[in-house]
Nanobody
């Protein structure tokens, strides 16, 4: 069983910063892509950032250079550093473990339970 656990969410003022963390257990990590997604009330889940097994990163356009994803394979850890937060960033943020080394959807992919990020306007 793959365990994916996010942490670091909370309340932050607009313009502030926050770092989310995600740890994986019960599965390989270094050969797997990882991703961050978010879902706001009334909206569909959307991709925020991904990082493949080689460390290559991709970001959604709405991040606008504000977020940075990184990984530490020794700790089976992936972080999402969020800067210049806006009210529109308010959402539950989910960490995703990809079965593949690239961020392509597969039935074996695993999700964390999510961590709430609230940006006050």
């Amino acid at each position: 069983q793959v365990q994916v656990v996010e942490s670091g969410g909370g309340l932050v003022q607009a313009g502030g910063s926050l770092t989310l963390s995600c740890v994986v257990s019960g599965a390989t990590f270094s050969n797997n892509a990882m991703g961050w997604y978010r879902q706001a009330p009334g909206k569909q889940r959307e991709m925020v950032a991904t990082i493949n097994s080689g460390g290559l990163k991709r970001y959604s356009d709405f991040v606008k250079g504000r977020f940075t994803v990184s990984r530490d394979n020794a700790k089976k850890l992936v972080n999402l550093r969020m800067n210049s937060l806006e009210s529109e960033d308010t959402a539950v943020y989910y960490c995703k473990w990809f079965y593949s080394g690239v961020a392509y959807t597969h039935p074996a992919d695993a999700w964390g339970q999510g961590t709430q990020v609230t940006v006050s306007s």
